[in-house]
């Protein structure tokens, strides 16, 4: 167990449709990461969240945002959904953006019909 | 698109022999990392090698990396059932973002 936690574990939305995902960073991690893995694939990086900033972004449309919060806890919202948006989705948190070690939630698993 | 390339994409061995996986980056990195996967859950971090390291050793595991071939292995020595999972390399560039593999499945027959 490392400590971050991501809800809800399943969900299933219908195509153009909003999902809000949550992650809860272990304690005292100020960053967090999201990363999109679709089957088969390796986890592909969205964007990073570092005390409230974007930090970062992977090369995914505007569509797919996130907020962070003052206890660094964060959401990844994606608007307009669409099949392919289905995925596992992974958030990891560290204690710095130079830190090398990232720990990973269990991931939440999104389908998009 | 920064992923980098492993293989093979998926390995059958059996309990007690090793297991080695290779992977491939782009550009040149801070380090790489490699992590296991369980059955599309979360990614536990295994080892990590610097870019200015050659090998590193960790009980059962040992990584290699040549930078001028920008590519690492993995290998698992003994392995063992519940060693069955997928397995990702992710490159380390700068800032903290990390840019993963293809990954390598690997299956441990008991």
């Known amino acids: 167990e490392t400590g971050v936690t991501q809800s809800p574990t399943h969900l299933i939305k219908t195509r153009g449709q909003q999902v809000t995902l949550r992650c809860s960073s272990q304690?005292?991690?100020?960053?967090v990461s999201w990363y999109q893995q679709a089957l088969g694939q390796g986890p592909q990086f969205i964007f990073q969240?570092?005390?409230?900033?974007?930090?970062g972004r992977g090369n995914f449309p505007p569509r797919f945002s996130g907020l962070q919060f003052p206890n660094y806890s964060s959401e990844l919202n994606v608007n307009a959904l669409e099949l392919d948006d289905s995925a596992l989705y992974l958030c990891?948190?560290?204690?710095?953006?130079?830190?090398?070690?990232?720990?990973f939630g269990p991931g939440t698993r999104l389908l998009v019909l | 698109s920064q992923q980098g390339e492993e293989d093979p994409q998926a390995l059958s061995i059996q309990e007690g022999e090793n297991a080695t996986m290779n992977c491939s980056y782009k550009?040149?990195?801070?380090?790489l990392q490699w992590y296991r996967q369980n059955s599309g859950r979360g990614l536990v971090h295994l080892i990590l090698?610097?870019?200015?390291?050659r090998e590193k050793h960790s009980g059962r595991l040992r990584v290699t990396l040549d930078t001028s071939k920008k590519s690492s292995s993995l290998l698992i020595t003994a392995s063992r059932a519940a060693d069955t999972a997928s397995y990702f390399c992710?490159?380390?560039?700068?800032?903290?973002?990390?840019?993963f593999g293809t990954g390598t499945s690997l299956t441990v027959i008991p």
């Open positions: 990891a948190s560290s204690s710095g953006v130079m830190e090398e070690t990232q720990y």
């Open positions: 304690s005292g991690h100020n960053t």
């Open positions: 969240y570092y005390r409230e900033e974007e930090n």
């Open positions: 550009t040149s990195i801070n380090n």
């Open positions: 090698i610097r870019s200015n390291e």
């Open positions: 992710a490159s380390q560039h700068t800032g903290n973002q990390f840019y």
